[in-house]
């Protein structure tokens, strides 16, 4: 199975950006930093707040560093949102990221961060539409 990460929808949880330039607000939740496109009004996008995105371009390729470009598509309530435990999910491997598949469609998934971070991964994604492999 051939999967790309452009194009992929993930959730993330973006947080107030405290270094002084363009990008106001970002996410850690896909290990490698993520930024929302700079053509896209962000408006909307509060501190701490879930949001579904769509990853657009992935800056420094194949390396640890670099960021993700996304576009917001939805604002998610923490209360729809269900943290996937082993045995939810399938794992894929290519290009030292980790493609989290769960198993079960149509819902807002997470992996724990306790999860993620036993990855040596240069990212990973839990990724809801699978379908586009």
Known sequence: MNFDIIGSIVIVKFFNNVLENYNSLLTRTLKKVGVIDRNIR????????F????????ICENQIKGCFILQ???????ATIIKLVPGMYEELEEDNILFVLPKL?????????????????????????????
């Open 51 to 58: 949001w579904k995105v769509k990853i657009l371009k992935e």
């Open 72 to 78: 917001p598509l939805e604002y998610i309530d923490t």
């Open 42 to 49: 962000n408006n909307d996008i509060k501190d701490g707040q």
């Open 105 to 133: 469609l149509g819902y807002n998934y997470i992996l724990p961060l306790n999860l993620k971070r036993l990855s040596n991964h240069r990212a990973v994604l839990c990724v809801l539409n699978n379908a586009h492999a």
